[in-house]
């Protein structure tokens, strides 16, 4: 491990000024299930960690006036058990559960996976899907962006020099949404998935057309990826089997996937293809049911 300098404050006034003294040089930390492999590997040399273990206000989960409201040093472990989300949210509640081993999502944190910026993470997908927003705040100020624009390429975010990402603002499903999430995991269940595919769906009342949907892909590109073209195709449609395979074919041209172990660039695409069906058909048939 390289040598670095590590402060634990109480406040979060108090982490932002650190961060505001010490600009690029340092480096914020909650679980560090990412941030400590990447330092061992070199990738990142902070000089100083800025740990918000301490800084309590930052692990709530409430739901407030029909926002679900995670905080960034909540861990996987807590959003996947907690009752409001199972009940309200249980497109985020099914995905937290997937993700990696019990150990993992017990020091994993809602903020670190987001703030990290790895395409392969399991809940970017889904948030997008639901169209939440990232709130960061610095020493100078507070601004929120929508997760989907908060990923500008390969482990880079738009999180800025001195911000903290405080929390994550999920709005409520609208009535009657169906949902999905699913991942194609060849391998053991802590590795990334080959794809991994999040929707959400709703139909007009007492019909089978298309009122909107949402279809986002982990795994697919060097960013989470919003399968625009294949959503276009859906909407104002009648949801007919024939409709859900024709819409995932348009998958195909909006992921680019890196080849690496898990599959070809070429693999990936197709199993892309496959699992948005997938995810298609089971988000639609939670919302008929």
Known sequence: MIDFDYRA???LDEALALLQQHGESARVVAGGTALV??????LVQPELLVSLRRVPELDAIRADNGTLRLGATATHRAVETHPVVRERWPLLAETFH????????NMATVGGSLAHGDPNQ??????????????????????EVPVRELF???YETDVRPGEVLTEVLVPTPPPGAGWAWVKFLPRTADDYATVSVACLLTREPGTQRCRDVRLALG????TPVRAEAAEAALRGEDLT??????AAQLVADAVDPIADFRGSSEYKREMAVVWARRALEQALARAAA
């Open 9 to 11: 404050p109480t406040s």
């Open 37 to 42: 492999i990447m330092m061992k590997q070199r």
């Open 98 to 105: 997937h993700v990696a081993t019990v150990r993992i999502r």
């Open 122 to 143: 399991d809940p970017p997908p889904a948030l997008i899907a639901l169209d939440a927003r990232a709130r960061l705040r610095s020493a100078t100020g507070e601004r």
């Open 152 to 154: 500008l390429d390969y």
């Open 219 to 222: 795994s697919a590109g060097t």
């Open 241 to 246: 089997p024939a409709r859900l395979r024709e």
